[in-house]
């Protein structure tokens, strides 16, 4: 079993929806836990990152953690067609190790 | 601000052969991460640097793989011999810290395909 678990989807929706993304852990010595966005054909780059159990927001993106479920999810709001991509979650341990999920694929249709 | 430059973009390699990969992080990042990314998985990290030491190479197929980090600036990722199930992207990142929330940037990747 591996230490992070991402829904795998594929996600379609129509614009404007609200999307939850999901990732499931086991490794209790995650200490931080982030959400990197990767468009085709490029590297991820970081969405959000939260330390602590409870929800951060930015702009149309929430993330929410709760480390007594090791449960983490990203909310988007008023989702767009430019949203559309893999989102991937990752979780590092205090010696500054990551580990990512596999990544959902995101499609938001105009 | 530069990001992190990997080169080549993409490699076709016949099995047997070896290939290389050149990465430059973001000027002032002490840590560097070279992971590998299967299609539809998410990065595995292959070895990690601060500064030249590599703190972190446990994943690393030393048997075929290398990698070195002279002078703590680029680094060099190289495969010898190649084989058909090395056909993956190759990303490259970097960090300004770790042990801590590390933000890493990472490179466009380069896309091997091993025939």
């Known amino acids: 079993q591996k230490e992070v678990e991402q829904d795998p989807g594929p996600l379609s929706v129509p614009e404007g929806a609200i999307v939850s993304l999901n990732c499931t852990y086991s490794?209790?010595?995650?200490?931080?836990f982030m959400w990197y966005r990767q468009y085709s054909r490029k590297g991820p780059e970081l969405l959000m990152y939260t330390y602590s159990s409870g929800n951060k927001e930015d702009g149309r993106f929430t993330a929410q953690v709760d480390k007594s479920s090791k449960y983490i999810s990203l909310f988007i709001r008023d989702s767009q067609p430019s949203d559309s991509a893999t989102y991937l979650c990752?979780?590092?341990?205090?010696?500054?190790?990551?580990?990512f999920g596999d990544g959902t694929t995101l499609t938001v249709k105009p | 601000e530069a990001g992190v430059v990997q080169s080549p973009r993409y490699k076709i390699i016949e099995k047997k052969q070896p290939v290389a990969f050149w990465c430059n992080p973001i000027?002032?990042?002490?840590?560097l991460y070279w992971y590998l990314q299967n299609l539809g998985q998410g990065p595995e990290l292959l070895i990690r640097?601060?500064?030249?030491?590599?703190?972190?190479d446990s994943q690393l197929p030393k048997d075929r793989f290398s990698a070195e980090r002279l002078k703590g600036v680029d680094s060099t990722l190289k495969i010898q011999p190649a084989e058909l199930g090395d056909s993956a992207v190759y990303l490259c990142?970097?960090?300004?810290?770790?042990?801590?929330?590390?933000?890493?940037?990472f490179g466009p990747g380069t896309r091997l395909t091993v025939l």
């Open positions: 990142a970097s960090s300004s810290r770790t042990g801590e929330h590390n933000e890493q940037f």
């Open positions: 990752a979780m590092t341990n205090n010696a500054g190790k990551s580990t």
């Open positions: 000027s002032g990042h002490n840590t």
């Open positions: 640097y601060e500064n030249e030491e590599a703190v972190d």
């Open positions: 490794n209790s010595a995650f200490q931080y």
